[in-house]
């Protein structure tokens, strides 16, 4: 299994390498919406200026352009065979589950969140994970920034990674078979739980997902199949004339 992790890391720093440049229009754009224009462009703005005056104006466009984006549309499941009693009733069925998943995954609040990072990094991922407790698919809406995807030449994704900065003594609370090898000592009384780590988590085609550390050697925190057997992951993205993410 460490063979197969570090395979999985590597395919994850081929992927980011492959999106330096997506990643730092990506960096620009968000030091730009959280009032820090002056770092991207030095010297455009008088200084008497408040910078969150400028990065308030562009906040503010770009959240009014994700309600507009991001309504929930109404979902059923009825077809042409809408006169057939059985197969109505069948479809109306289906259409209260459909509903009921939505409704358990709070889409008509994150939908704006998708949308917000549609219109502002050019593409919104929607990852579907087990309920477990409620035996229902919950779909998470991820972050752009520091996810990164695969597509075969049909378009269907093939690899899907997630990156995310979370401190050790949390990760090592969440999987504390591995806490001796997470926390280690930096001086008298002290070690490095409050310091960030880079977390990782890998879906392949084949519906394996690995979670990892590459920070900590590679190391694997956990790895299973996604009952689906496939990347439980579809990607909405901006027309682009170059195929590159804006």
């Known amino acids: 299994m460490a063979e197969y992790a570090q395979q999985q890391l590597d395919r994850y720093e081929v992927m980011k390498r492959r999106n330096t440049d997506r990643d730092g229009r990506m960096k620009a754009v968000h030091l730009v919406r959280t009032g820090r224009a002056s770092q991207v462009f030095a010297g455009l703005f008088p200084e008497e200026w408040p910078s969150p005056v400028i990065a308030n ?44 998943y939505v409704h358990s995954s709070n889409l008509g609040r994150t939908l704006i969140t998708a949308a917000d990072h549609l219109v502002t990094y050019g593409f919104a991922a929607f990852r579907v994970e087990c309920d477990y407790e409620k035996s229902i698919p919950f779909i998470h809406v991820d972050d752009s920034v520091g996810s990164y995807v695969e597509r075969d030449r049909f378009l269907n994704v093939t690899a899907y990674t997630r990156s995310w900065r979370k401190r050790v003594s949390e990760v090592a609370a969440l999987y504390p078979e591995h806490a001796n090898r997470l926390i280690k000592k930096t001086g008298w009384n002290e070690d490095n739980s409050d310091q960030w780590i880079e977390v990782v988590q890998f879906f392949d085609r084949d519906g394996s997902v690995t979670l990892m550390l590459p920070e900590s050697s590679g190391l694997m925190l956990d790895h299973y199949r996604h009952p689906l057997g496939r990347v439980p992951v579809a990607v909405a993205s901006r027309p682009t004339l170059d195929g590159e993410a804006r």
Do not use: H, W, Y
């Open 57 to 100: 104006t562009i906040d503010i466009a770009a959240q009014d352009t994700a309600e507009m984006v991001g309504v929930l549309p109404t979902l059923t499941a009825f077809g042409d065979s809408t006169l057939d009693e059985s197969k109505r009733s069948r479809a109306d069925k289906l259409t209260r589950i459909i509903n009921a």
